[in-house]
C-alpha cells in the first residue's frame, strides 16, 4: 500500500472514528433522555392512578357511607339490634342500594360477619363475609379480591357501620377494579394501561385486563408479573410483541396492595418504544450521512492533503527510481525547509556523489578499459611485430652480411611479413567486428532449435574431447519468441566455446531451457572450476578475459545480443563449483 | 256514648252488606288475567308450569272428563255416572250422563266420547253398549280414572277454526291468540248454567301487571306467587293449592356428572331451609321426595337437611368435574336458586358454574304434579323428568315408597322444594273457592251487585 493510500486510510477511520464516536455518544445521550422521559411518563401515569385510585377510594367510601346511613340500612341494623332477623326480608336490599349509590358490590354484614344481604351474589345470605379488620371499617378504600357467581374479580372497596343500637350493621361495597376503571384514566399518548388482578395463585392471562378486556399477548408479560408478584416491588421490563423492535414497548409494572399488604394486583403501564426507535433509526441515517458525508470529504481533503504531503516524497520516490534504473542526474525539487526539505537536499547531494563517484568509476574503467585494450593490442601486436621485426633484421643483415641469401632470404622474409600482416589484419578485423555488432533482424524463433544446432556445429570438436560431456534438459514445449536466431547462435555458440575452455580436465556441460509466465530462459552450466566473485563482476567487460589466448570479446558479445533483444543475463559461480551463465529473453 | 252508638250502626252496615253478598247472582263478567299467552287452546308441551296450570284451567272451564279426582286421589263423577272394572283392571266400564250437550249442540254421545278416547290412546280398546263405554287394555290399568281425569284427557272436540268445543260451563266466544279469551255462559251445561255470564282472560300479563290491577280492581282474578301469601294484608284473597310442583336438580344423560357419588355428594350438600325461608320466602316445602307429604304421607322419610360432613365422605375419592347448572330463565326465582345451589356445592368443592349457555350438567327445573293419585302423579313426574318409569308392584304405599326409593336412588334427579300455586281474587268475587290442587270453579262464582 502506498504512503498516500495509508495517510488516506488513516483520515478516513480517524473521521469514521469521530463520526461513530459522535454517533454513539448521541444515541446514548437520546436513548438515556427517551428512557428518562418515558420513565417521567410512567411515573406520571403511575401517579395519576395513585390520585384516581385514591379518588375513586373515597368515592367509594362516600358512597358506602350514605348506603350506610340509608334508612333501609337503618331499619335493618334497628330490626337486628331488636332481635328480629328475617334474612328473607332483606334479600334484595343490598342490590337496590347498592343501584342507588351506583356500587358495582354491596353487603349487608351483621356483626358476626354473616352476609344479610348481597347485591354482588344475591344467593349468598347467611354466608359468613371474611374478616374484614375493625380497624378498617371507618378507614379509607382497600383492594379486595371479591367471588362472584361467574368468578373472582377485583375491587375498591369500603366499610361503614350502621350506628344503630349495639349490634352494628356493616356495609361493605366496592366498585370493580377492571377495564372500566383503567377506562377512565387519562393515558398520555403512546401509552396503554394493564391491570392484572392477582386473584389465582398461579399466573392466569385471563386476568391481565386491558381497556378492551383481556389483554391479547399476555403470556409475553407473564415473568414481570410474576416478579412484582413475587417481591411486591414494582419492576421494568421491555416487552417485545414481534421480530420489529419498533413494536416493543417497555412497561413499568406497580404492585397494588390490599388492606395486609399482600399484592392485590399489578398494574402495568406501558410506553411504547416506537419513537425511541424511530429516533434511534433516524440517529443512524443521520449518522451514516454524516459519516459517509464526512468521510467523502475526508477522502477528498486527505487525497489533497495527502497530495500536499507526499508530493515530496513521491518526488524522492521517483528520483530514487530513476538512480536505480541508473538516472543519476535526477533531482528532486523541494522547495520546504522541514525534514522532508532536507531530505531532498541529502537526497540530491547523494545523487550528485553518486554521479561524481560514477564518472570516476567509468573513468577509472574507461581507463582500465584502455589500459586493457592497449594491453592486450600490446599483447596481440606484439606477437606479429617481434616476427616482423625479427625478418626485417634477418633481412638487413642478409642484404648486408650474405648478399648471395640475400634473395632466399628476401623471399622467406617476404612471406613471413606477408603472413604476419595478415595476422594483424586479422587481430584488427575482430576488433573492428566486436564494434560493428548488428542489431537484431527479429522473426519467431525456437530456441531450442538454436541449442541443437549449436551443440550440432562443436559436435566435432566436442568428439575429440572425449572427457566433456554435454547434457541437454530441453522444455519440449517451448514457446517460440520473437528473437534474431543468428545472434543467439552466435552468443551461445560462445557460451560454449567458454564452458569447453572451461574444462581443460573434462567435466559435464549442461544446457537447460525453461519457459516461464512472461519470459524464457536458457543456461550453460559447466562443471569447472569456477570464477571468484571478482572474476564475476568484471567477467562481462569487454576485452576482460580469463584466459590465456582470449580476447574478452566472448561474453561481452553475449551480453550485446542479450541486451539487444531486451533481455537480462546473469552468472552464477563458485568457486570449484562449476559456472552456470543465464539468459532470459522476454516472451 | 254517641261514638259507641255510630260504632254499633256501622258495624249493623257491614253486617247487612255480607249478607247481600252471600247472595248468589247471575250475570256479569268475571275479569282474569293469566301470565302466559298462549296461541291455542292447548295443552302446552315444553311450557313452564304456569303455562300448563294456564291451559288446564281454561279446559276445565270449557271441557269436562269423564271423572274427576279429589284431593283424596278418590274419583269423582263428571261425564260418567259410574264405573266398574274386573279383578285385574285391564277392562273399566263406564255409564255416562245422559242429555249432555257440546258447545256446538250436537250431543255428547258415547260413540262420540269413544272416538275421542280412542284416537289419544292407541294402546285402549274403546268400545261402545248403549249408554256406557268401555276401555280395555293388555296391561292392567289400575290407575285409568286418574288417567282420565288429567286435562289431556278432557273430553272436547275442536270446531273448524281449531278451537275447543267441549260439554264445559263455558264456551269459546272470542280468542284471540296470545292476547285474549273471551269465554260465554253454556246456557245448556249438564251442571247448570254458571253465575256469570262471562269471563274475559287477559293473556300474557306479568305477575306485576296483574297484581296492580287487581290492586285497581281492573281485573278480579289473578295468579300470584304462592310467597305473597304471607305478604298479603290487603283486601285481597289470596288461596295456595297444596304443593303441585316439584322444583328440583335433573342431570340428564349427557351429565358430566357420571359418578353417582358426585350428585349424592351434591344432593346432601344443598341446604334448602334458607332457600325455602329466603329465596321463596317461605312458600313451599323443603323436599328430597318427588311426590309431595300431603299425597304420599311419606316423604318426611327422605331427609332434607344438609349433610356437608356426610357429603364430603361420599365425595371422597370420586372425580369432581366442573359442573354447569342451568335454569328456566323464565321462572324469575330460579337463577338466585340455582346460585345459591352453586355456593353449597362450593362447601363440598364441587365446582357448579351457572350458566344458561352450552350443554347443561345439571338443570334446575320446576315440574307439575298433575294428579293426586300419587301413581299417576309418579309416573308423569318420572316421565317429565326424564326418569324410568317406576315400577309400581301394587297399589299400597309401600310399593309406592319402595318405587319412589328406587328411583331416587339413582341420584339422577335431586328434589329440592314441592311447591303450590296460588290466586288472589279481588273483593267483588264471590263465591270463589279454588280446589286444594290448584284448579279453578269458575262455573260457581258470582259478582258483587254493583259491580259492572
Redesign the interface.
Given at each position: 500500500m502506498r504512503f498516500r493510500q495509508k495517510l488516506l486510510l488513516i483520515f478516513a477511520l480517524t473521521v469514521f472514528l469521530c463520526v461513530a464516536v459522535i454517533s454513539a455518544s448521541v444515541w446514548n445521550s437520546m436513548q438515556r433522555s427517551f428512557e428518562h422521559a418515558n420513565d417521567d411518563r410512567a411515573n406520571s401515569v403511575a401517579a395519576q392512578f395513585r390520585s384516581e385510585f385514591q379518588r375513586r377510594g373515597d368515592e367509594v367510601a362516600r358512597k358506602v357511607e350514605a348506603a350506610a346511613a340509608s334508612e333501609s340500612v337503618q331499619r335493618i341494623a334497628l330490626e337486628i339490634n331488636r332481635g328480629a332477623v328475617d334474612?328473607?326480608g332483606y334479600?334484595s336490599e343490598a342490590r337496590n342500594l347498592a343501584g342507588q349509590q351506583h356500587l358495582d358490590f354491596l353487603e349487608l354484614v351483621d356483626h358476626q360477619g354473616t352476609i344479610l344481604s348481597s347485591a354482588q351474589?344475591?344467593?349468598?345470605?347467611?354466608?359468613p363475609e371474611p374478616a374484614i379488620p375493625s380497624s378498617i371499617a371507618s378507614a379509607g378504600a382497600f383492594l379486595k379480591r371479591e367471588e362472584l357467581?361467574?368468578g373472582s374479580t377485583l375491587g375498591l372497596f369500603a366499610i361503614r357501620a350502621a350506628g344503630v343500637g349495639e349490634q352494628p350493621l356493616y356495609a361493605i361495597g366496592g366498585e370493580r377494579l377492571d377495564q372500566g376503571f383503567l377506562s377512565t384514566l387519562d393515558i398520555p399518548a403512546g401509552t396503554r394501561v394493564m391491570l392484572y388482578q392477582n386473584l389465582d395463585a398461579n399466573w392466569n392471562p385471563k386476568s391481565l385486563l386491558d381497556l378492551n378486556g383481556a389483554a391479547a399477548g399476555a403470556d409475553k408479560l407473564a415473568p414481570l408479573v410474576e416478579q412484582v408478584r413475587r417481591s411486591g416491588k414494582e419492576a421494568r421490563s421491555v416487552i417485545r410483541w414481534t421480530s420489529d423492535s419498533s413494536d416493543a414497548e417497555s412497561f413499568h409494572a406497580m404492585p397494588l396492595a390490599g388492606p395486609n399488604q399482600q399484592a392485590m394486583g399489578v398494574l402495568l403501564v406501558g410506553s411504547s418504544r416506537r419513537p425511541l426507535v424511530e429516533l434511534q433509526k433516524q440517529i443512524v441515517s443521520a449518522a451514516m450521512l454524516v459519516g459517509g458525508t464526512g468521510i467523502l470529504v475526508a477522502i477528498l481533503v486527505s487525497l489533497w492533503f495527502a497530495a500536499r504531503v507526499t508530493k515530496p516524497v513521491v518526488s524522492l520516490a521517483d528520483a530514487a527510481r530513476r538512480v536505480a534504473a541508473g538516472d543519476l542526474y535526477a533531482k528532486v525539487n523541494v522547495e520546504s525547509s522541514d525534514e522532508l526539505g532536507e531530505l531532498a537536499a541529502a537526497f540530491n547531494r547523494m545523487t550528485e556523489d553518486l554521479l561524481q563517484q560514477k564518472e570516476r568509476t567509468l573513468q577509472a574503467e574507461r581507463v582500465a578499459a584502455w589500459r586493457e585494450l592497449a594491453r592486450r593490442l600490446a599483447h596481440e601486436l606484439k606477437n606479429p611485430l617481434f616476427p616482423l621485426q625479427v625478418t626485417v633484421e634477418n633481412l638487413i643483415r642478409a642484404k648486408e652480411k650474405a648478399p648471395e641469401m640475400f634473395e632466399e632470404v628476401f623471399r622467406e622474409g617476404t612471406a613471413t611479413l606477408l603472413a604476419e600482416v595478415n595476422n594483424l589484419k586479422t587481430i584488427i578485423g575482430r576488433f573492428s567486428e566486436f564494434s560493428r555488432m548488428p542489431q537484431p533482424q527479429r522473426k519467431a524463433t525456437q530456441l531450442n532449435e538454436i541449442v541443437t544446432s549449436v551443440l550440432r556445429v562443436f559436435h566435432a570438436q566436442l568428439k575429440e574431447k572425449s572427457q566433456i560431456v554435454v547434457r541437454t534438459e530441453l522444455e519440449p514445449d517451448l514457446p517460440m519468441i520473437s528473437a534474431d536466431p543468428d545472434l543467439l547462435h552466435r552468443a551461445l555458440s560462445n557460451l560454449i566455446l567458454n564452458a569447453i575452455d572451461a574444462l581443460p580436465q573434462g567435466g559435464e556441460i549442461i544446457v537447460q531451457s525453461k519457459s516461464f509466465a512472461n519470459r524464457v530462459e536458457l543456461s550453460v552450466s559447466d562443471t569447472g572450476s569456477g570464477l571468484t566473485p571478482e572474476e564475476c563482476g568484471r567477467l562481462f567487460t569487454p576485452y576482460y578475459t580469463t584466459k590465456q589466448h582470449g580476447t574478452g570479446q566472448g561474453l561481452a558479445i553475449v551480453q550485446s545480443v542479450v541486451s539487444d533483444h531486451g533481455g537480462r543475463m546473469s552468472v552464477e559461480s563458485t568457486k570449484q563449483g562449476g559456472t552456470t551463465f543465464r539468459i532470459e529473453l522476454p516472451r | 256514648m254517641r261514638r259507641i252508638a255510630f260504632l254499633f250502626l256501622a258495624a249493623a252496615s257491614l253486617l247487612g252488606a255480607a249478607e247481600g253478598a252471600t247472595r248468589p247472582r247471575y250475570g256479569g263478567t268475571v275479569r282474569v288475567m293469566l301470565q302466559s299467552a298462549p296461541t291455542s287452546l292447548e295443552l302446552p308441551a315444553g311450557g313452564t308450569p304456569a303455562d300448563y296450570w294456564d291451559a288446564a284451567r281454561i279446559l276445565s272451564m270449557i271441557a269436562d272428563n269423564l271423572v274427576e279426582i279429589d284431593t283424596a286421589g278418590h274419583a269423582q263423577p263428571a261425564l260418567a255416572l259410574s264405573w266398574q272394572s274386573d279383578m285385574n283392571g285391564k277392562r273399566w266400564q263406564f255409564t255416562l250422563r245422559r242429555g249432555v250437550k257440546f258447545h256446538d249442540g250436537t250431543a255428547a254421545l258415547p260413540a262420540t266420547i269413544t272416538q275421542i278416547l280412542g284416537e289419544r290412546h292407541s294402546d285402549w280398546t274403546v268400545r261402545t253398549a248403549g249408554d256406557s263405554l268401555t276401555v280395555e287394555s293388555e296391561s292392567p290399568m289400575p290407575s285409568l280414572l286418574a288417567e282420565l281425569a288429567l286435562p289431556r284427557n278432557a273430553i272436547l272436540k275442536r270446531s273448524a277454526s281449531g278451537l275447543p268445543v267441549g260439554t264445559g260451563a263455558f264456551r269459546v266466544a272470542d280468542f284471540q291468540p296470545g292476547k285474549l279469551l273471551k269465554l260465554a255462559a253454556n246456557e245448556e251445561s249438564w251442571a247448570g248454567r254458571p253465575f256469570a255470564d262471562a269471563i274475559e282472560i287477559e293473556l300474557g300479563k306479568s305477575q306485576r301487571d296483574q297484581a296492580i290491577a287487581l290492586e285497581l280492581t281492573k281485573t278480579d282474578l289473578i295468579e300470584t306467587p304462592p310467597q305473597a301469601i304471607t305478604a298479603n294484608g290487603g283486601a285481597q284473597r289470596v288461596r295456595a293449592s297444596l304443593p303441585v310442583e316439584l322444583m328440583a336438580l335433573v342431570f340428564p344423560s349427557s351429565s358430566k356428572a357420571q359418578d353417582a357419588r358426585v350428585r349424592e355428594a351434591l344432593a346432601l350438600a344443598i341446604d334448602r331451609k334458607?332457600i325455602q325461608?329466603?329465596?321463596l320466602?317461605?312458600a313451599g316445602e323443603p323436599a328430597a321426595s318427588i311426590l309431595p307429604n300431603w299425597m304420599t304421607g311419606y316423604s318426611r322419610v327422605f331427609p332434607v337437611q344438609a349433610n356437608l360432613q356426610r357429603a364430603r365422605v361420599v365425595l371422597a375419592g370420586s372425580r369432581q368435574p366442573a359442573l354447569t347448572l342451568s335454569y328456566d330463565p323464565r321462572d324469575p326465582q330460579a337463577q338466585?336458586?340455582?346460585?345459591?345451589i352453586?355456593?353449597n356445592a362450593r362447601e363440598i368443592d364441587v365446582t357448579l358454574?351457572?350458566s344458561l349457555s352450552g350443554v347443561a350438567d345439571v338443570t334446575l327445573t320446576r315440574i307439575v304434579l298433575p294428579s293426586s293419585d300419587s301413581a299417576t302423579c309418579l309416573r308423569e313426574a318420572a316421565l317429565e323428568l326424564g326418569m324410568t318409569q317406576p315400577l309400581l308392584h301394587g297399589n299400597s304405599v309401600e310399593d309406592l315408597y319402595s318405587s319412589e326409593r328406587a328411583l331416587l336412588d339413582l341420584h339422577n334427579v335431586i328434589p329440592l322444594f314441592h311447591l303450590p300455586i296460588a290466586t288472589a281474587a279481588g273483593a267483588r268475587l264471590r263465591n270463589w273457592q279454588p280446589g286444594r290442587t290448584g284448579n279453578w270453579n269458575l262455573s260457581d262464582v258470582w259478582l258483587e251487585a254493583d259491580s259492572r
Open positions: 334474612s328473607g334479600v351474589w344475591q344467593a349468598k345470605f347467611g354466608y357467581p361467574s | 334458607p325461608s329466603v329465596l320466602k317461605g338466585l336458586i340455582a346460585e345459591r352453586a355456593l358454574q351457572v
